[in-house]
């Protein structure tokens, strides 16, 4: 294993502990010498790893850190690439710009090396169908599943029927051609799935919530896995 795969899985191994970790039990789950163990915990710190504790007592390294781009490994760099470039073509002008500046922040702090293998990637994304266009931008949306606010939309099921509802919205889930925003539907009293390109206007609500995103999508992934369904964009999503 080499010095950078080491320090990676160092801080990997810190941060499946929320408690401090003695440097023996470290040590042991690396395969390395304690004498080795402290010299790298020095040199993540030395870097800016909020690394603390000390012999005898353990170590626990705190929320924050960002590992160095130097220790991403060559699946890694492709992993990059390949996922902005799918980001870029498939997201909306919003995500793809992002996609754009990430590649070019990251291809900015890469060592040389690391960076020709970024640039020269050879895992490519094929050119997607063309997808219906939506009236209400994504990044709307996106913006009330992150703030966790109420939207209200109007909203075309597939037989032409509109409908005002207020939702709850905590996920948009993106196939090839079509992206579905899952949500808690008010008029309904239960979870919905609602094709991004039939919500004709939306509007976010200044009220939050009362449940916690992360709690929703849990119980929405229950509710999935005991029907034994997955969501389906086109005519073979569940009606809303």
């Not at 997201?91 to 754009?100: I, M, P, Q, T, V």
């Not at 931008?137 to 075309?156: C, N, Q, S, T, V």
């Not at 976010?204 to 849990?218: E, F, H, N, S, V």
């Amino acid at each position: 294993m080499s010095r950078s795969e080491r320090l990676l899985a160092l801080v990997q191994t810190l941060r499946r502990h929320r408690r401090p970790v003695s440097g023996q039990a470290l040590a042991a789950q690396l395969d390395i010498s304690l004498r080795t163990l402290y010299r790298d915990i020095a040199s993540l710190q030395s870097q800016g790893a909020l690394i603390e504790g000390s012999p005898g007592l353990g170590y626990v390294l705190k929320p924050g850190y960002v590992l160095p781009p130097l220790m991403f490994g060559p699946e890694e760099i492709e992993a990059l690439a390949l996922g902005l470039r799918w980001v870029a073509d498939r997201g909306d002008r919003a995500l793809s710009g992002g996609a754009h500046d990430a590649m070019a922040k990251i291809a900015a702090v890469l060592p040389p090396e690391l960076k020709r293998e970024l640039e020269a990637s050879a895992l490519l994304v094929a050119v997607g169908a063309k997808r219906v266009p939506a009236a209400v931008e994504p990044d709307l949306l996106r913006a009330a599943i992150r703030a966790e606010h109420k939207l209200r939309i109007g909203y075309d099921d597939p037989g032409g029927t509109a409908s005002q509802r207020v939702i709850w919205p905590f996920a948009l889930v993106y196939f090839e051609q079509s992206r579905v925003l899952s949500a808690w539907c008010e008029l309904r009293n239960d979870f919905r799935n609602f094709r991004a390109d039939r919500i004709v206007a939306a509007e976010m609500l200044d009220a939050r919530y009362p449940q916690r995103r992360q709690a929703l999508l849990k119980a929405w992934q229950q509710r999935v896995r005991e029907s034994g369904r997955t969501i389906l964009p086109e005519s073979d999503m569940p009606s809303s």
